[in-house]
T-cell receptor, first 109, second 113 residues
């Protein structure tokens, strides 16, 4: 049974700051590692994913993955107020897709 | 972009009543999921399906049934609704396991009184 934990639960950062969100998982057979973003009152939407150890950058967003440590993270450079949302991680490896409990990010102008 | 449609958008139900939430996708996706989200929290998996006429239990299946009569349709049934089932329910679909993203419906806000 996949156990997914996210930290911190919430954080507030000033506009322009670098933000780091963490996700740990228990199933070492996980193959793909997703981050989703959910703005208030909206449906979750996939942000980006990674499948091999290392890092992947897309614009202001970077994912780091360390499979041996059962950990991956999302880093946001130059955080914007529009980045304020609930961030959900989902390590996947089969039919069953389980999410973490989320990190609520507030970027203050 | 892939389309997932949920109905109704919101519903008020009475304790002990039966509630059916519907989900329809037109993406030819094999995998469909039902999640519940309590205010300010993450998504918890209720039921999922990877083929028509078959469903699987997720992490919190108690009090819920699911039905997948066709590839396009996936329903969530609350036979005896309870106050604790007040939440927002999201349906999602994906084309393949693991390497494809989930596409979510807009959610159904259920209030049980």
């Amino acid at each position: 049974q996949q156990n997914v934990q996210q930290s911190p639960e919430s954080l507030i950062v000033p506009e322009g700051a670098r933000t780091s969100l963490n996700c740990t998982f228990s199933d070492s057979a996980s193959q793909y590692f997703w981050w989703y973003r959910q703005h208030s009152g909206k449906a979750p939407k996939a942000l980006m994913s990674i499948f091999s150890n290392g890092e992947k950058e897309e614009g202001r967003f970077t994912i780091h993955l360390n499979k041996a440590s059962l950990h991956f993270s999302l880093h946001i450079r130059d955080s914007q107020p529009s980045d304020s949302a609930l961030y959900l991680c989902a390590p996947t490896g089969g039919y069953k897709v389980v999410f973490g409990s989320g990190t609520r990010l507030l970027v203050s102008p | 972009e892939a389309a997932v449609t949920q109905s109704p958008r919101s519903k008020v139900a009475v304790t002990g009543g039966k509630v059916t939430l519907s989900c329809h996708q037109t993406n030819n996706h094999d995998y469909m999921y039902w999640y519940r989200q309590d205010t300010g929290h993450g998504l918890r998996l209720i039921h999922y399906s990877y083929v028509a006429d078959s469903t699987e239990k997720g992490d919190i299946p108690d009090g819920y049934k699911a039905s997948r009569p066709s590839q396009e349709n996936f329903s969530l049934i609350l036979e005896l609704a309870s106050l604790s089932q007040t939440a927002v329910y999201f349906c999602a679909s994906s084309g393949q396991i693991s390497n494809e993203r989930l596409f979510f419906g807009h959610g159904t806000k259920l209030s049980v009184l």
